[in-house]
Antibody
């Protein structure tokens, strides 16, 4: 059973760096694309970016200047850092496993999400 | 690629047929248009991928169609548990994936 679990501080001060970790169980992190997605309260889904197990990354251009992702294959987790946060970064943050083949791509497994509030 | 979903809210009764639209700003390969369902307080759940394949455990009343820039999620015979938010997603453009803004399917 593949499971993903987000963890990290629920409250971050403005201008500081948001740091989250997604722990993967029941699967090998040395495959697939590992994604971060966020959802502001009452809003839709925004893809933040992905990291491949090799360390290759692709970030949403709208957030690229502030995002850093890393992966720890030996420990089966991957991480997100978002710098210089503002209230607009308040959201539920999800991690998800991305699978791509010649036939399709999709996010079949998601974490339950972790709410991060940016406030002083 | 920008995905625009319509309507924003769809009000229907159980047993009715729901038709949800997802329009892309550029052509997208149908295999790379994905549909998710999200219920309050839950993470999104994969519904459809690969143009018309249903994810594990998804009943056959859910189906997808479309090509080019226009895609449709159809739910035939709404069940009470189907009332939720629905999102489409595309892969392959720039950025490599984006979500639509969602359609809320509510009980009439």
């Amino acid at each position: 059973q593949v499971q993903l679990q987000e963890s990290g501080p629920g409250l971050v001060k403005p201008s500081e760096t948001l740091s989250l970790t997604c722990t993967v169980s029941g699967d090998s992190i040395t495959e697939y694309y590992w994604n971060w997605i966020r959802q502001a309260p009452g809003k839709g889904l925004e893809w933040i970016g992905y990291i491949y197990y090799s360390g290759d990354t692709y970030y949403n251009p709208s957030l690229k200047s502030r995002v850093t992702m890393s992966v720890a294959t030996s420990k089966d987790h991957f991480s997100l850092k978002l710098s210089s946060v503002t209230a607009a970064d308040t959201a539920m943050y999800y991690c998800a496993r991305g699978y791509c083949s010649g036939e399709s791509c999709f996010f079949a497994y998601w974490g339950q999400g972790t709410l991060v509030t940016v406030s002083s | 690629i920008v995905l625009t979903q319509s309507p924003g809210t769809l009000s229907l009764s159980p047993g009715e047929r729901a038709t949800l639209s997802c329009r892309a700003s550029q052509s997208v390969t149908s295999n790379f248009v994905i549909w998710y369902q999200q219920k309050p307080g839950q993470a999104p759940r994969l519904l459809l991928y690969g143009a018309s394949s249903r994810a594990t455990g998804i009943p056959d009343r859910f189906s997808g169609s479309g090509s080019g820039t226009d895609f449709t999620l159809t739910i035939s015979g709404l069940e009470p548990e189907d009332f939720a938010m629905y999102y489409c997603q595309q892969f392959g453009g720039s950025p490599p994936n984006t979500f639509g803004q969602g359609t809320r399917l509510e009980v009439k």
